[in-house]
């Protein structure tokens, strides 16, 4: 198994003045990377650290080594409990369905390698500045959109437009979208133009930032939006309400990727077939058919010969390890399962997250005590084969430069978890074994958690016995277990009925925790916000932080923060499996592999 040190970044830093951990993948052979929500279901597929726990080694390649056959097809599940979302542009998506969806006919115009350091590979090749505050980017020759129109700079430049656009309410107006020039008097409707992004011609443009940033290249978001297929905003031609909802990008969307939709079944399954006009060459399949399978029947559907490409529940690593005709791939995912504690709102006039001092969770000393009372080893042992394993700190093992290893997370400690309860006043004053809150009043916390796989409800049980036991009463919202979509769409919109919630982040591959917790993230589902956090968030992604150590440093004090203040407790680090059938050839989940997603095929 293949493991490279993000060590590596500082010499590497030396030639190239700056930190790279690109979080805009390319087109590698695993379909995409996804750095928003995740469904809980071991679905991304990255490379992992050497800090992993779990005694374990799997495969990153398959091991056949024939030749593709010519006009090969393929069978790919997205193993789901219930429809994908199917918001299928860059700019809106938010989900891990369709991420997936996206990697197979989407990809950004600048390639990034095996340490998601930006490269001139891609569609398009990037020059940065000495000063680190401007990246003039030139589009290749011939590159074209699925419809036969060429990909102009025109249509990168729409995607800032759209992401900046003052009715823009995506999860992706960020630090390095409000870093551009002049983007903040153009996201506040001062101006209709963003002055930072200068066009020379349909093929090369500069883009000039407000302060020079380790985060430049690996925030700088390079996906293109077609705007003559899907409406042009500026002109009035759509509105950002119905540009969202437009066929153009639920029925119908187009990339520049090596496969196209040729039909969306929606919420079910999609038909791609060939880009016979990609631009690195003719792709190894004729067409693909992915399809919704469920995490109860992926299995059988895997042993049947039915599917040839599958992310498999950890839950069901036991059944699937000996199956014919197939093998397992693995590695340490870029991802981890959390709790989060609700605090607050979003101010969707303001854009930023508001903290509420009287939250039901606003002490600090519960949440420390519920993480305690949390028995996450057994549950990753028992439930999970061992596939997943405690997790200890909000910037994940993978980071080796950043995860702060002397952080040891709050271990499973009833005792303690009883004694912080007391100290701060959550007493049982009535005798019914359940404790009040500080001001004697009855507590119960209302938690919300998904459906999907053998192990949902069980950990959900698990976890509400562990707080029973320090004597917190804790029940599910709305007594039940919620799928997907209903349940990030209760998270997102801050429903009332919701203390607490068991989620899971799929982090993309660049170390900076903003885009999840900073005052003005969306994703901040908590909606937890302090002086303190803004001030070492933005310290990770000042020029000082070009300095490999000073960036250590902050994030170590921003990590010993979280572990402090417990917005979330991060429950269990963990593997992703892919089950592939034996007659795939050149599928790989190592970014670091030369393997491409063009050249995926079967060899009979």
């Not at 429809?83 to 998506?93: A, D, K």
């Not at 006919?105 to 390639?111: I, R, T």
């Not at 069980?458 to 039940?480: F, H, T």
């Not at 901040?524 to 490999?548: C, I, M, P, Q, W």
Request: hydrophobic residues 35%; proline residues 4%; glycine residues 8%.
């Amino acid at each position: 198994m293949k493991k490279r040190s993000l060590m590596l970044l500082a010499s590497l830093m030396l030639v190239l003045s700056v930190f790279l951990a690109a979080c805009n993948g390319g087109d590698s052979a695993d379909g995409g990377k996804d750095d928003g929500k995740d469904n809980g279901k071991d679905t991304n597929t990255e490379k992992g650290g050497e800090d992993a726990k779990a005694d374990l080694d799997f495969p990153l390649e398959t091991s056949n080594d024939k030749e593709a056959i010519e006009d090969g097809e393929m069978t790919i599940a997205m193993v789901a409990d219930e429809p994908f979302e199917g918001t299928l542009n860059r700019n809106f998506y938010s989900g891990t369905y369709d991420a997936e969806i996206l990697g197979y006919f989407d990809e950004a115009l600048l390639d990034t390698d095996g340490d998601y350091l930006i490269t001139n590979n891609g569609a398009a090749t990037y020059e940065l500045s000495e000063d680190n505050k401007k990246i003039t980017l030139t589009i290749k020759d011939g590159l074209k959109w699925h419809d036969g129109e060429p990909v102009k700079t025109s249509d990168l430049l729409y995607s800032y437009e759209i992401l900046g656009h003052p009715d823009y309410a995506g999860n992706r107006y960020d630090f390095m979208i409000e870093n551009v020039v002049g983007m903040p008097e153009y996201h506040e409707g001062k101006t209709k133009e963003i002055s930072g992004i200068k066009i020379i011609d349909d093929q090369k443009m500069e883009f000039s930032f407000t302060e020079a940033t380790p985060s430049i290249l690996s925030g700088f978001w390079s996906y293109a939006t077609p705007r003559h297929h899907v409406g042009d905003l500026m002109t009035g031609e759509v509105t950002m309400k119905d540009l969202e909802s437009s066929d153009k990008i639920r029925v119908n969307p187009i990339g520049f990727g090596p496969y196209k939709i040729e039909k969306i079944v929606p919420g079910e399954s999609v038909l791609y077939a060939r880009n016979d006009d990609y631009w690195r060459g003719k792709p190894a399949l004729k067409s693909i058919v992915q399809k919704v399978v469920s995490s109860a029947t992926i299995v059988e559907s895997m042993k049947k010969g039915d599917i040839d490409l599958a992310s498999i529940p950890a839950d069901q690593y036991e059944t699937v390890k000996d199956v014919e005709g197939m093998e397992l791939l693995a590695d340490i995912d870029y991802a981890y399962t959390y709790i989060g504690f609700k605090q607050g709102k979003w101010d969707a006039t303001k854009k930023e997250n508001v903290t509420d001092p009287n939250a039901k969770m606003a002490s600090k000393e519960l949440r420390q005590a519920m993480w305690h009372a949390m028995d996450n080893k057994t549950i990753g042992e028992k439930l999970y084969h061992g596939l997943r394993f405690p997790a200890t700190s909000l910037i994940i093992p993978v980071f080796e430069s950043f995860h702060d290893e002397s952080i040891e997370g709050r271990a499973y400690d009833p005792e303690k978890a009883k004694e912080l309860l007391e100290e701060a006043g959550f007493k049982d004053t009535d005798g019914d074994g359940f404790r009040e809150d500080q001001n004697g009043e009855k507590l119960v916390i209302n938690f919300a958690t998904m459906s999907g796989g053998e192990t949902a409800e069980p950990i959900a049980k698990a976890y509400m016995q562990n707080w029973a036991d320090v004597g917190l009463k804790v029940e599910l919202v709305d007594g039940r277990l919620h799928d997907f979509n209903a349940f990030y769409d209760m998270v997102e919109n801050d429903d009332p009925k919701i203390d607490i919630y068991q989620g899971a982040w799929g982090t993309g591959s660049d170390p900076d925790p903003s885009g999840l917790y900073g005052r003005t993230a969306s994703f901040n589902y908590t909606r937890y916000t302090s002086e303190k956090n803004d001030e070492l968030l933005k310290a990770g992604t000042s020029e000082k932080a070009f300095d490999l150590e000073y960036r250590k440093d902050i994030y170590n004090q921003w990590q010993e923060l979280m572990f402090e203040d417990v917005p979330v407790a991060p429950t269990v680090y963990r593997y992703a499996l892919k089950g592939v059938n034996n007659r795939v050839v050149n599928y790989t989940m190592d970014p670091g592999s030369d393997l491409r997603l063009y050249e995926m095929g079967v060899s009979e």
